[in-house]
């Protein structure tokens, strides 16, 4: 039951943001004019050992998040990946010159990000994945890319919960392993026991349509879409409080790939790339457009 729920949840998402979906139509997250993603010929990465490994395997592993419509979205009927981070995901991929063919998504949850970039199970990561400090000291970060705030989803009606200072006595909803989970916890904005974790956020927005939480805490980015997905059943408190910027996963000893993410990120903003990705996906769900300034630290 909760499955065939979520499935309808990210169906009517998928169709919600697509600016022509007619009904019955495939499902779609939106997607950049396809000549964006040109494959550069000839690349090389001098004194990248991730680059070189991607290089002899003849493909590259990227970590991405299913879920979360708008942003990286596994379509359940085509198995097709979409949204906004797998549209930089892609345009990283064809600037490092491998065919979008030969990408292979491997969806990895909030939780587990550091230790699959560790172990060498994704060759980079782009996944809502906010840079900070404890992160940085088991893995690197090119960008950021986008940065969004952490904010609630509550039900249409709901009309207690306000700001995060309203959420004392309510049931929040959150991912493990993530800084919208922590804050909350950190800052005390409910009790201890209210706080329920899972490993994906589309599990908290099942149980807020069942009515077993009062909000979900997370980007307002990821919560746009999905409240463009339960059009008229949810929405987003938005008064966001934090900053979360977005960056590209990558081993934490890899500076030359890096330093090569950042350039192809700092090209897409200034040739307009990056703005053309941004309105096939986030755009649609009405998150902020503001350009991120990237951080070569
Ligand atoms: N951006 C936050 C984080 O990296 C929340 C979203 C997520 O869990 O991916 O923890």
Redesign the pocket.
């Known amino acids: 039951m909760r499955v065939r729920t979520l499935a309808a949840v990210l169906l009517t998402g998928a169709l919600a943001l697509t600016a022509c979906g007619k009904e019955g139509a495939p499902a779609d997250q939106g997607a950049a004019p396809a000549g964006l993603f040109e494959v550069a010929k000839d690349v090389t990465v001098a004194g990248s050992p991730t680059f070189d490994k991607a290089k002899s395997r003849g493909s590259l592993i990227i970590g991405v998040?299913e879920d979360q419509p708008g942003l990286g979205y596994k379509d359940p009927t085509t198995n097709k990946y979409s949204g906004f981070d797998i549209d930089i995901a892609k345009l990283i991929s064809a600037k490092l010159g491998f065919d979008p063919e030969k990408i292979q998504y491997k969806t990895v949850q909030?939780a587990a990000r550091e230790q699959a970039l560790i172990n060498g199970d994704v060759d980079y990561y782009v996944?809502?994945?906010?840079i900070n400090a404890g992160r940085k000291e088991k893995v690197a970060f090119a960008g950021p890319y986008f940065v969004?705030g952490q904010d609630l989803l509550v039900k249409k009606d709901n009309a207690d919960i306000t700001s995060k200072d309203t959420l004392k006595g309510k049931k929040v909803c959150s991912?493990t392993?993530?800084?919208?989970a922590k804050r909350i916890k950190d800052e005390k904005l409910t009790e201890e026991g209210n706080v329920l974790e899972f490993q994906g956020?589309s599990q908290c927005v099942t149980k807020l349509l069942n009515g077993e939480v009062d909000a979900v805490t997370?980007?307002d980015a990821?919560l746009k879409g999905y409240a463009a997905a339960e059009e008229g059943k949810l929405k987003v408190v938005g008064k966001p409080f934090s900053s979360?910027p977005?960056g590209i996963g990558l081993p934490k000893d890899d500076k030359a790939l890096r330093d090569k993410v950042n350039d192809i990120l700092q090209a897409s903003l200034d040739d307009g790339t990056w703005q053309k990705i941004y309105d096939g996906t986030l755009g649609k769900s009405g998150s902020s457009a503001e350009k991120p300034k990237i951080d070569r630290y």
């Open positions: 998040k909030s996944g809502t994945y906010t969004a991912v392993g993530s800084t919208p956020y997370t980007d990821i979360e977005y």
